[in-house]
């Protein structure tokens, strides 16, 4: 077992086909949609913002894990 300290964790969410951009609370329809992170890995999925089908991925990962990530071949190969 992993110790406290030494759990691998990550917190994955999703918003997608949720209509948040079609929301509208008295200001107008919102231009971005995103979340807050708490300083641990997480992925959070959001629609696109021009609603072209595509998918926003707001990811929280230390400094040497997202060099790393950004590398990644699939990363690499679906990401704009």
């Not at 086909?17 to 079609?22: G, I, K, T, V």
């Not at 609370?25 to 919102?30: E, S």
């Not at 997480?42 to 950004?70: H, Y």
Request: hydrophobic share 35%.
């Amino acid at each position: 077992m992993l110790g406290r300290d030494e759990a691998n964790v990550i917190q994955i969410s999703s918003w997608c086909r949720f209509p948040l951009y079609h929301c509208d609370f008295g200001w107008g329809k919102p231009d971005l949609v995103s979340n807050t992170s708490p300083p641990l890995r997480s992925v959070g999925l959001v629609d696109s913002p021009i609603d072209d089908g595509g998918i926003d991925a707001w990811i929280t990962l230390n400094q040497d894990e997202m060099v790393r990530f950004k590398q990644y071949p699939d990363i690499v190969a679906c990401t704009s």
